[in-house]
């Protein structure tokens, strides 16, 4: 027994402890909460052969021997030795839950984000899966061999035989019930062969969940040009050579990338294997869905609005290699394919792709290691690929796949930039450039889109006559008034209260709603163009199952002309019909303090402006900005990529920022301002420490973070910069092996972090 092991378990024997010198097996076993083990259980002789690695089990912890579940990640056969274990108590899967390579997956993220084992497994596999959601146990019949070789000689009632012949034919097992429908008789035939010993009954777990059959959307299949041949070349000698190659596919918005995608699957369905295709926004899956599924027979999507049943018949289907392509988002880089073949990230530059939670994991690098384990190519499509891509594609670690131009020879949209320092006088969100562009569109018959990345009614709540500002008294930031329901919520814990309708500091009651979200300037557009159908979409509107796939739907048959919402509308769409492109405040999230604010700022704003003049009648695009002149509104306003990427680098490259060097944030949260401030303190001494004489590592901090309160909690961070991550890890790993800040703070650990916030 293990020091650890004795402290948990007091130092005492429980009565089904083993203590021989035996041969025995010995399961190791971690948990999803703390203690997160990994801790020896004897594996008794009734449980051999079903405790595997990759199963859960019921174990005894602690020493009270609390049963707990925890995953078996390996199994050791004819272990010698006389320490006293404790007895694995049950087995919880039938199946395996992770496969080899899973596993190993597994334990590869653990070490790359230093999170526990026990967290990534279960962030592996949904939760719909490991409690099979969709299924239940069922008593199915069948004939024994022994039957089957006699049953010529058997004098049976002509329904009992007719049921016995039937069943003969079939590979697998039946209830009586739907035996009898199939055979067109009562049960009573059925039950009489099984008391007849004729029949053998055994209990499996079966689905009973019945998918809805959804159409696949037509889509054109054109000739390709000459760079999107190009591409696809490139990729298919990858596929045929087995090799891991990685490849940036940098096309300008509307060039066509999900072609070259599909083409470059269909080499992949001809070798027998399967592609993953992630994609950064619940609201493309729907329409990437049917793009895959009008070409290829067996598609599966996995995201977080299926239902569990919904997860769990698709993850079953893919496990068996039932389908050639799974779309998804970030989750759907863990599918379990039996023979993958290509992985594509679409937008591979989207922020989402990275997990805020433990295990922090981006999409992208657990992609990259997936292709490299595998020896197949990985595909990262986009118009604007992050800094960290295209510096690679730079040191020729990836290789660059060009599209310059959009497909049928149609033009990037022409940008209009309004300056609201001297348009905007308090007459709306709405320009009047942008309002004349707009009946313009509309009288045209065209569709509109406009970003506002902002949801709500107002964005704060304001008495103007002592000044004071609503605030979550989580988060010490101010709540968003949502005007439907008459409340103040916070967008990051959720507090919700009513909306005041007096100052709390003063008493006064000329309360102010200032500032624009999407739910006000929906009401601005109803009075401005009265008679023409709105569509919001945000995180308010879009909560329920389904709601992202329907509204599309309407945008796409015209039902709706115009389309407002936040980022969830801004890459990937397509839609021909859309002839203006609006971005109401290009200015949202410029000037938060991230050293990725400029980028962010880029991205959108190109990402939006492309999703117009796809169809034959061309497009346009009106960008309101306080800020015309700032590098990244300038740049993404002429189509000008590679100027924006060369002046950014130049930045990171001068602060010591990502990709100029790597990086590694630690948070520290807790109740107590004072005291969660002197642990950030200690911990930065004791990193400080480990650091020393290591070369070109810098610790920046501690510092209040730029939210300091979240969620009831104080927040101080600190950030470890370096030009090698694997050294940046040793430091931190060791840290957090021996260091304790005690119960009142906890911290976390966030590697190659996207968010500063």
Known sequence: MTPQQRL???GESAPWEEDD???????QVVFSEAPYGPYDYAVPEPLRGRVQAGKRVFVPLGRGNRRRTGYCISVQSGVASSRRLKNVLKVVDEATLWTPSLLRLAQWLADYYLCPLGQVLETIVPSGVRGAAGTRMKTLLSVPDAVLARMAELRLPPKQRHVLEYLAHCTDGLTAQEIADRCGCSVAPVQGLFKKGLLEATERRVSVFVPEVKGAAEHAVHALTDAQQSAVDAIVAAIRGSCSR????????????????IRAIEEVERHGRQAIVLVPEISLTPQTWQRFQARFARVAVLHSQLTPQERNWHWQRIAAGQVSVVVGARSAVFAPVPQLGLIVIDEEHDPSFKQDTAPRYHARTVAQ???????????????????????????????????PRRVAGRTLPEVRVVDLRHEWKGRGALSRVLVTEMHRALDAGGQVILLLNRRGFATYIQCPLCGEVVRCPHCDIPLTHHHHDATAKCHYCDHEESAPTACGACGGTQIRYSGTGTEKLEKQLAACFPGVSCLR?????????????KAL????????RILLGTQMIAKGLDFPGVT???????????????FRAAERTFQLVTQVAGRTGRGEAGGRVVVQTFSPDHPAIDAAVRHRYEWFVNHEWESRRRFGYPPASRLVRLVVRGADERATERAAEQLAEAITRQQQGVADVRVVGPAPAPF????????????????KLPVLRRIVSAVRDGIDLGDAVQWTIDVEPQDML
Do not use: C
């Open 246 to 261: 990685s490849f940036l596919l940098h096309g300008v918005t509307g060039s066509g990338k999900t072609e070259v995608y």
């Open 708 to 723: 300091p309160k979240l969620r009831g909690k104080f927040r101080f961070h600190l950030l470890l910069l370096g030009p």
């Open 553 to 560: 739907e309407r945008f796409r048959r015209g039902e709706v």
């Open 8 to 10: 948990l378990f007091g």
């Open 369 to 403: 290691w997936r292709a490299q384990q595998a020896d197949v190519p990985l595909v990262l499509g986009s118009a604007t690929p992050s800094l960290e891509t295209w510096q690679a594609a730079r040191r020729g670690v990836i290789e660059r796949l060009g599209l």
């Open 580 to 594: 203006l492109v609006g971005v109401v405040n290009a200015d949202i999230g410029l000037h938060f303090p991230d």
């Open 537 to 549: 979409m945000d995180g308010d509107t879009m909560r329920r199952t389904g709601a992202h796939e």
């Open 21 to 27: 010198r035996e041969l025995r097996s010995v399961a």
